[in-house]
Every structure is written in C-alpha cells, then in structure tokens.
Nanobody
Framework: QVQLVESGGGLVQAGGSLRLSCAASGTIFSINVMAWYRQVPGKQRELVADINSGFSTNYMSDSVKGRFTLSRDNAKNTLYLQMNGLKPEDTAVYYC???????????????WGQGTQVTVSS
C-alpha cells in the first residue's frame, strides 16, 4: 500500500508564510512526478506546481510564481511547498499528488493525499 500524508496547512494572515509537506510511504519502488494541486468549493482542482524526479520544476502557476517554491527530497520521498507572500485568494484545500511505482509493479499509478486546508485572512 502507498500513502501520501500532507501537513503544514493552517490559518495565516495575508503576507504570511506556510510550508506544506507531503510524505509518501509504503511499498514504493520509485516516484516520478510529484505535484501540489488546490481546490476551492465549487471550482475544479487546479495544478499549482509540479516537479519531476530530477528536481526540475515542470510547471508553476502564474498566480504563485515568485511567491511559492517547490522542492522535493527523494531520499525521504517528500515534497515541499514553501508559500510566501500569501494572499486571500490562495485560500483552498491543497492536495499532494504523486506518480508512484510500487515494489512489485511495473507501471506508475496516480496517488493523492487527503488534503490540507490553507486559509489566508485579509
């Protein structure tokens, strides 16, 4: 079994910072792309940023460029999102995503975390 567990969400004032973490655990052989998505009620889940196993950021939303930094620690199977200069419009549930190949498998499958709430007050 594979599990993604997010942490680091919370309530912060506008201009503040938070650091989200996503730890993958279980019978993992390798992890390809990892990403953060976010969703607000009534809207589709949107991609915030993703990063491949070679530490290259493939994509970062224009709405967070210059404020958010994505990184990963392959040794710990952990993804991070450093969020600075937070704005009320960043309020959402943030979900971790990963493409994971398990020890006894040949293919990569999509996995999601349970989500962590980020609320930015004005």
């Amino acid at each position: 079994q594979v599990q993604l567990v997010e942490s680091g969400g919370g309530l912060v004032q506008a201009g503040g910072s938070l650091r989200l973490s996503c730890a993958a655990s279980g019978t993992i052989f390798s992890i390809n792309v990892m990403a953060w998505y976010r969703q607000v009620p009534g809207k589709q889940r949107e991609l915030v940023a993703d990063i491949n196993s070679g530490f290259s950021t493939n994509y970062m939303s224009d709405s967070v460029k210059g404020r958010f930094t994505l990184s990963r620690d392959n040794a710990k199977n952990t993804l991070y999102l450093q969020m600075n200069g937070l704005k009320p419009e960043d309020t959402a549930v943030y979900y971790c995503y990963a493409q994971i190949r398990q020890l006894r498998g040949l293919a990569y499958y999509d996995y999601w975390g349970q989500g962590t709430q980020v609320t930015v007050s004005s």
